[in-house]
């Protein structure tokens, strides 16, 4: 493998050293060592020419351009940064005050169905009372009328029965003998017909 490139190596200097001389002999200047001076003579005052302009035209109005490109993707990535930062602050903010607003209205809810629990107790309460005392009235309104109720049936029997005998007869008849058989009729019957 080694001996296959050194014959190649040797091949292309052969080629190319015939070449060389080819062209040297043909007319080819650059070639000729006699023009080599001059040829360095433009090559350095070209090259250096173009290394002048490079160096202080071109080439510090690209870096200049760079810096300022490095320096607005800079400002661009703290401000970018600066603004992650700030959402996230915001998005914190936002999260808290919901929490916040959910316990107030949680708390506000209780609030408000303890009171009207409340409310409700206080009016049952005072609903309850009022029946209550309606009850005790109707009760006693009940009681009065069952106490006061033989005599003032006895009072319309009496009455009735003398309008009656009045009619049947023609004359009036003494109330006090009606009213001794009505009390004799209660007494028999033990007030069965007055609620007792």
Do not use: C, H
């Amino acid at each position: 493998m080694v001996k296959k490139y050194f014959f190649q190596l040797i091949f292309l200097y052969l080629f190319f050293s015939k070449e060389v001389f080819a062209a040297e002999s043909g007319g080819m200047p650059q070639l000729d060592p006699e023009f080599w001076v001059s040829q360095i003579f433009w090559l350095t005052l070209v090259f250096g020419t173009l290394y002048i302009v490079l160096s202080k035209l071109i080439l510090p109005k690209i870096s200049a351009n760079l810096e300022l490109r490095k320096s607005q993707i800079q400002e661009n990535i703290e401000a970018a940064d600066k603004q992650r930062k700030d959402s996230e602050l915001k998005l914190k903010e936002y999260d808290d005050i919901i929490l916040k607003s959910k316990l107030e209205s949680k708390n506000l809810f209780n609030e408000t169905r303890e009171k009207t629990l409340k409310n409700i107790n206080i009016k049952r309460d005072s609903l309850e009372k009022q029946i209550d005392e309606e009850i005790k009235k109707a009760e006693t309104e009940i009681d009065q009328l069952r106490k006061s109720a033989p005599e003032k049936i006895n009072k319309i029997a009496i009455e009735t029965s003398s309008e009656i005998l009045k009619n049947l007869i023609g004359t009036e008849i003494n109330n006090s003998s009606i009213s001794a058989i009505v009390d004799d009729l209660y007494k028999k019957n033990g007030g069965k017909y007055y609620g007792n």
